[in-house]
């Protein structure tokens, strides 16, 4: 399996604009998670879904993010409009059950707000 | 909240060194625990995941322990190389889904 995949991996937007990130998790996999990643916060969870339904998203930061999983090899983090301070790497994660077990994370995507 | 603590923050070792990393959690009700590494630029390895009601996994030149009791983690790295050299996180789980990450301990090998 090639594992999770991401894209894009690298994304410089200007404030304003739509940001769409890409998740493909591993084939099989029923849960999928999305963090973001900054220096000063280190890793967050932002939301994670079971069976393609969003468990929790109490770690959506607020209404400009939205995430969602239309079948279960495909995910999607959406923000709009992004702002600087969104600049961050996001990952996507997948594991095989609820009760996560281990977790594979994909490569994640940087992104960069100017 | 869980809160978890990882000492040192940074380590340098050379090359063949035995090591330990040590994680701490505050809330010892805990499903499972992990430990990542993770590379400049890249996504999180998953390299050692142990239930809570174990005490200890190993894979290859790593050891894993758990003292869930003094919510106590270490992770010792026998033999040391230059391909070790990454963040390690510490990762407990407490509640569905709920996994809290340290800060790490960025490890340097030296050759």
């Known amino acids: 399996d090639a594992g999770v995949i991401q894209s894009p991996r690298h994304e410089v937007t200007e404030m304003g604009q739509e940001v769409t990130l890409r998740c493909k998790p591993i084939?099989?996999?029923?849960?999928l998670f999305w963090y973001r990643q900054t220096m000063m916060r280190g890793l967050e969870l932002l939301i994670y879904?079971?069976?393609?339904?969003?468990?929790?998203d109490s770690g959506m930061p607020e209404d400009r993010f939205s995430a969602k999983m239309p079948n279960a090899s495909f995910s999607t983090l959406k923000i709009q409009p992004s702002e600087p301070r969104d600049s961050a790497v996001y990952f996507c994660?997948?594991?095989?059950?609820?009760?996560?077990?281990?977790?594979?994370f994909g490569e994640g995507s940087r992104l960069t707000v100017l | 909240k869980q809160e978890v603590t990882q000492i040192p923050a940074a380590l340098s070792v050379p090359e063949g060194e035995n090591l330990v990393l040590n994680c701490s959690f505050t809330?010892?009700?805990?499903?499972?625990l992990q430990w990542f590494r993770q590379d400049p630029g890249k996504g999180l390895t998953s390299l050692l995941l142990?239930?809570?009601?174990?005490r200890e996994q190993t894979s290859g030149r790593l050891n894993a322990s758990l003292d869930k009791s003094s919510g106590r983690s270490t992770l010792y790295i026998a033999a040391s190389q230059p391909g070790d050299s990454a963040t390690y996180l510490c990762?407990?789980?407490?509640?569905?889904?709920?996994?809290?990450f340290g800060t790490g301990t960025r490890l340097t090998v030296i050759p």
């Open positions: 994660a997948s594991s095989l059950g609820r009760r996560t077990g281990e977790l594979f």
């Open positions: 084939s099989g996999h029923n849960s």
């Open positions: 879904f079971n069976n393609n339904v969003p468990i929790d």
């Open positions: 809330d010892s009700a805990i499903y499972n």
């Open positions: 142990i239930q809570s009601s174990q």
């Open positions: 990762v407990p789980e407490t509640g569905a889904n709920n996994l809290f």
